[in-house]
């Protein structure tokens, strides 16, 4: 099993406008982009799971904002395989009333509304139609 992934979105608790967080290199998942060959994986939960706390805190630092800014959405479960091994993927969100613009435009990602991923990978635009059913419950 490879290093696990997160998406990283933002729900308005007014409005409920959600948007997910669209890194540097271009994909939703994150840290880093995913293999160019990578699949959804199988909807069976992987036999060992990681929790995500390492990569909210990772994250936290990476766009510096103050620990707690991020919490996992613990009922989500997905996994991308790519030459046969299998990448967990973790739901996070922003804790705060309004995304973190500033903080994340400094780190040249930025916030994007369901219809602007269009031009994702295929693989992402799955794991993002999960992510956002999930979010609505």
């Known amino acids: 099993m490879s290093?696990?992934?997160l998406i990283l979105y933002h729900k308005h608790g007014t409005s409920a406008r959600t948007r997910f967080l669209r890194l540097a290199?271009?994909?939703v998942c994150g840290p880093d982009a995913l293999p160019a060959?990578?699949?959804?994986?199988?909807?069976?939960?992987p036999a060992v799971l990681t929790h995500p706390a390492m990569l909210l805190r990772a994250a936290e630092e990476?766009?510096?904002?103050?620990?707690?800014?991020?919490?996992?959405?613990?009922?989500?479960?997905?996994?991308?395989?790519?030459d046969g091994e299998t990448t967990e993927v973790h739901l996070a969100h922003f804790t705060?009333?309004?995304?973190?613009?500033?903080a994340v435009d400094a780190e040249g990602a930025c916030f994007i509304d369901l219809t602007q991923a269009r031009g994702l990978p295929a693989?992402?635009?799955?794991?993002?139609?999960?992510?956002?059913e999930h979010v609505l419950g």
């Not at 990578?38 to 939960?45: H, I, K, T």
Request: glycine fraction near 14%; charge should be negative.
């Open 96 to 102: 705060a009333i309004d995304p973190p613009f500033a």
């Open 25 to 27: 290199h271009g994909g």
């Open 123 to 132: 693989v992402e635009l799955a794991l993002l139609r999960r992510a956002y």
């Open 3 to 5: 290093e696990p992934r």
């Open 37 to 45: 060959g990578a699949e959804l994986g199988a909807d069976e939960a």
């Open 62 to 82: 990476r766009f510096h904002l103050p620990r707690g800014s991020l919490e996992p959405d613990g009922g989500f479960r997905c996994s991308v395989s790519d």
